[in-house]
């Protein structure tokens, strides 16, 4: 069985700032890659950004220049840098691990707000 743990998540003004991880741990045969969802209140869970194991990034095109995902295949730790926060990234952000088959985070909540 696989965990994933995020952490990060919290209250921040519009144009702040935060960083969310997420660690990995159990039995990881291997990672293909590792991710960032979102799910706002009232809409669907949507892909923020990927990253594969040889660092190939995907993003979302509302969070491009603003959000950047890294990781650190040691420590199978994902990382998402969000910068120049909006209220409309408020969510709640889901973490993803993809081996033999996809694995979620928790979720861990964002809110964006004055």
């Known amino acids: 069985q696989v965990q994933l743990v995020e952490s990060g998540g919290g209250l921040v003004q519009p144009g702040g700032s935060l960083r969310l991880s997420c660690a990995a741990s159990g039995s990881i045969f291997s990672i293909n890659a590792m991710g960032w969802y979102r799910q706002a209140p009232g809409k669907q869970r949507e892909l923020v950004a990927a990253?594969?194991?040889?660092?190939?990034?995907t993003y979302a095109d509302s969070v491009k220049g603003r959000l950047t995902i890294s990781r650190d295949n040691a420590k199978n730790t994902v990382y998402l840098q969000m910068n120049s926060l909006k209220p409309e990234d408020t969510a709640v952000y889901y973490c993803t691990l993809d081996s033999l088959r996809r694995y979620w985070g928790q979720g861990t909540q964002v809110t964006v707000s004055s």
């Open positions: 990253i594969t194991s040889g660092g190939s990034t």
